[in-house]
C-alpha cells in the first residue's frame, strides 16, 4: 500500500510538471485568438502550423535559432576545454597555493552571478568585445561549479595508474589525453550538457552584451517579439516550443549520462 501511495503520488507530481509544457505545445497549434477564450480549450478546434510558419517565415525565428545553436555549443567545447584540464590539474596535481585557490573558488560559487556582470561589461567594453559573440562566450569559458565537479570526479581516480604512467615516460598532456579523459566520460557529457543547456536558456548576459538585433540569441529575439505580440498567445508559445524542444529532446537522450556525473561527482573525495 506504501508503494502505491509513493507511485500515484510521483504520477501526480509528474503530471502536475509536465501539463504546462503539454498546454503549450497544445496552444501552438491553435488559431489566433482561440487561447484567449473561456475557459481555454486543452486541444485545437483545427490544429494547424499557421504559428510557426509565421516565425519562421516573417520573423526570421530560424536565424536566432542558429544563433543560439552557435552560441551554445561554442560555449559547450570551450568551457570543456578549459575546465576539463583544471578540475583534472586541482585533483592530481600538486602545486604551490593549490588548496587556497580551490577553496576560493568554491567560496565564490555563493557569490550570485549578476554581482559580476557589470563589472564584467566594463572589462569588455574596454577589450572591444562588446555586441559580439566573442563577449557573449567570456563567462562561460571556465566556470566556477564545472572546475569543482571535475575535480570531485577526478579524486576517484586511482593515483597508482597515473605515477604507472609518468614512470613510463608519458607526459602530463598525454596522461590527461589517454588515461583521464576516458575515465571522466560521464561526468564530461554531464558537464556539456550543463553548459549547454545554461548557455541556451541564459537570457540576461546575451541582453546585456549585444545589442545588433542580427546577434540575438533565441530567448532574447522571442522576448523583443513579445513585446510586439503581446496578445498573440498562440504565437509565442509557438516561440516558446521552438525554444524548450531541442534542449528538452538533447536533456532526455543524455539524462542517463547527466544524473550519473552528478550523482558520482558529489560523492567522490
Not at 568551457?79 to 585533483?91: D, E, I, K, N, S
Not at 588548496?99 to 549578476?114: K, T
Request: charged share 10%.
Amino acid at each position: 500500500m506504501r508503494r502505491a501511495l509513493v507511485t500515484g503520488f510521483a504520477a501526480l507530481v509528474a503530471l502536475l510538471t509536465i501539463a504546462p509544457l503539454l498546454w503549450m505545445l497544445s496552444v501552438s497549434f491553435m488559431a489566433p485568438g482561440e487561447a484567449a477564450q473561456f475557459p481555454p480549450p486543452l486541444l485545437p478546434e483545427n490544429p494547424g502550423l499557421e504559428n510557426y510558419r509565421q516565425l519562421f517565415g516573417t520573423y526570421g525565428v530560424g536565424r536566432f535559432l542558429a544563433n543560439s545553436l552557435f552560441v551554445s555549443t561554442l560555449a559547450t567545447l570551450l568551457a570543456l576545454l578549459f575546465t576539463v584540464p583544471a578540475g583534472y590539474a586541482f585533483a592530481k596535481l600538486r602545486f604551490r597555493g593549490r588548496d587556497a585557490v580551490f577553496r576560493l573558488l568554491v567560496a565564490a560559487l555563493v557569490v550570485p552571478g549578476q554581482i559580476g556582470m557589470l563589472p564584467l561589461f566594463l572589462e569588455l567594453k574596454a577589450m572591444g568585445l562588446v555586441n559580439s559573440y566573442a563577449g557573449a562566450l567570456v563567462p562561460w569559458l571556465a566556470g566556477i561549479f564545472g572546475i569543482f565537479l571535475v575535480r570531485q570526479y577526478c579524486l576517484s581516480i586511482p593515483d597508482e595508474m597515473l605515477e604507472a604512467a609518468r614512470i613510463d615516460g608519458a607526459s602530463e598532456g598525454e596522461i590527461l589525453r589517454h588515461i583521464v579523459l576516458p575515465l571522466l566520460t560521464p561526468v564530461v557529457v554531464t558537464l556539456a550538457l550543463f553548459v549547454f543547456l545554461s548557455s541556451w536558456n541564459d537570457f540576461m548576459w546575451p541582453l546585456i552584451v549585444l545589442a545588433d538585433q542580427q546577434l540575438y540569441t533565441l530567448p532574447v529575439a522571442l522576448a523583443a517579439l513579445s513585446r510586439e505580440h503581446v496578445q498573440d498567445n498562440e504565437l509565442m508559445m509557438a516561440g516558446a516550443v521552438v525554444t524548450t524542444l531541442p534542449v528538452l529532446i538533447l536533456f532526455l537522450a543524455l539524462q542517463r549520462f547527466y544524473l550519473s556525473g552528478l550523482l558520482t561527482g558529489s560523492v567522490k573525495g
